[in-house]
C-alpha cells in the first residue's frame, strides 16, 4: 500500500528573500540569508528559575511545541546558544549568576525576559529582589504575564525571530551597541 | 518528676535572682527576659545545669520595637531540651545604637549562622562571632532591611507612582 503522501502537502517552508533571479542563479543580499538561516534556528538557553519556567515546559512540549520554530535543540551550554530565555524571579543575590551566564554567551546573542518577575520584579517589590533584570544585562523582548501562558511565551519567541532576521550584520559592532553593552559595564 | 514550666523557673530563679524578668507562658512555652550582659551566663547556666539540660538552640533571631527607646533590639534565643521535650525563649534587649550582644558560638555551633543571619537583617552586632558578615544578602547591601524604619520595598525603582500604588 503506497504512502497517504497528501499528507505531506501542507507543510510550510519559509519564504525565500527578496532577490534577482533567472535560470540557475538567485542573487540576493548576504545579510537576508544570514538572518533567515539564523532565525529559524535559534538555540535557547533557558535560565527557568519558578513558575514561568513550568510554562516554558509546556511551551517546549508536544502541544506547543517551540521546535516548530526551529529551536528543537534547548541547549544547556551558554557558550551554544543564541537565546537567553530569562523566566522566574531573579534576586539580587542571583544576579551576578545571572550577568555571568550572559556574558558566557557568544555573539551574537538575544534575550527574551518571560514574566513579570524577570521583567519588573513583579509582586516582589522588596529589598531582595531584583526590579527587572534589565537593571543587570540588555534585554530584546518582554513577555508580560504572571505567568504568561505558552502561547504568550510563543508569541515573545516569534517577536525575537522577527528581531533576529531582520538584524544588521554591522549592529554588534557598531558604536550604538557598543554603548548599550558599556552602560551595562559589559567590555 | 517531669520537667516542668514552674520547676524552670524555680531553679533559674534561685540561681540568679531578680536580675530575670518579664517571665510568661505564652501558648504554654515559658519566656523570661535577662540583661544582656547576663546572655551567656544564663545560656551556660541552661546548658550545663543537669536538671534544666537545654542542650539544642533551635532558633536565634532579633525583633525591633522602634518605640521601646534604649531597647529597640531583642535578641531572641529558643532552647529545647531534646531529653524531657521542653522547649523554652529567652530574649535579652539591646540599644540600637549600641547592637553589642556576646555571640553563643562558642556554646552552640547552630548560633554561628543564625547569629550572621540575625545580623545581615537587624545589625546586631555579636562580639565574639568568628565570622560576621552578611549571609542571606548581597554583600553590597549598606543597610539592615528587616529594621522598621527602613521601607520593604526596593528603593531603587523609579518607575512605581506612590498614587497609582497606594503607598
Known amino acids: 500500500m503506497s504512502r497517504p503522501v497528501q499528507y505531506n502537502t501542507k507543510l510550510k517552508m519559509v519564504e525565500a528573500p527578496e532577490a534577482m533571479m533567472g535560470d540557475g542563479f538567485m542573487a540576493t543580499s548576504f545579510e537576508k540569508v544570514v538572518g533567515l538561516a539564523r532565525k529559524n534556528s535559534i538555540w535557547p538557553l533557558p535560565f527557568a528559575t519558578s513558575c514561568c519556567g513550568i510554562e516554558f515546559m509546556a511551551t517546549m512540549a508536544s502541544h506547543y511545541d517551540l521546535s516548530r520554530f526551529g529551536s528543537e535543540r534547548v541547549g544547556f551550554s551558554p557558550r551554544q ?27 551574537p546573542r538575544w534575550v527574551l525576559s518571560v514574566g513579570a518577575c524577570a521583567c519588573s520584579g513583579g509582586i516582589f517589590d522588596t529589598y531582595s529582589v531584583l526590579q527587572g533584570i534589565d537593571q543587570i544585562i540588555p534585554v530584546d523582548v518582554y513577555v508580560p504575564g504572571c505567568p504568561p501562558r505558552p502561547e504568550a511565551i510563543l508569541d515573545g519567541f516569534l517577536k525575537i525571530q522577527e528581531l533576529v532576521g531582520q538584524e544588521s550584520l554591522r549592529r554588534r559592532n557598531g558604536d550604538k551597541y557598543k554603548e548599550l553593552l558599556a552602560s551595562y559595564g559589559i567590555q | 518528676m517531669p520537667l516542668n514550666n514552674d ?11 531578680e536580675v530575670l524578668s518579664d517571665w510568661q507562658e505564652p501558648y504554654g512555652m515559658l519566656t523570661f527576659t535577662a540583661p544582656k550582659e547576663m546572655n551567656l551566663k544564663v545560656l551556660q547556666f541552661l546548658y550545663d545545669e543537669p536538671s534544666l539540660n537545654f542542650r539544642f538552640l533551635t ?21 529545647h531540651n531534646l531529653v524531657d521535650n521542653v522547649r523554652i525563649r529567652f530574649k535579652v534587649f539591646t540599644d540600637i545604637t549600641k547592637p553589642d550582644v556576646f555571640s553563643a558560638t562558642a556554646l552552640y555551633q547552630s548560633a554561628n549562622f543564625m547569629e550572621r543571619e540575625t545580623y545581615d537583617f537587624f545589625g546586631v552586632n555579636f562580639t565574639g562571632h568568628p565570622n560576621l558578615i552578611r549571609i542571606l544578602n548581597v554583600d553590597e547591601m549598606d543597610y539592615f532591611p528587616m529594621r522598621k524604619e527602613f521601607p520593604l520595598e526596593d528603593q531603587t525603582r523609579v518607575d512605581k507612582d506612590d498614587e497609582m500604588f497606594g503607598r
Open chain 2, 59 to 79: 532558633d536565634l533571631q532579633a525583633v525591633h520595637y522602634p518605640d521601646k527607646k534604649g531597647q529597640e533590639l531583642a535578641v531572641v534565643y529558643h532552647l
Open chain 2, 7 to 17: 520547676t524552670i523557673q524555680q531553679i533559674l530563679t534561685q540561681k540568679f535572682g
Open chain 1, 81 to 107: 546558544c543564541d537565546l537567553l530565555m530569562v523566566m522566574g524571579t531573579i534576586s539580587k543575590k542571583m544576579g551576578p549568576v545571572l550577568r555571568q551566564v550572559y556574558l558566557q554567551m557568544a555573539e
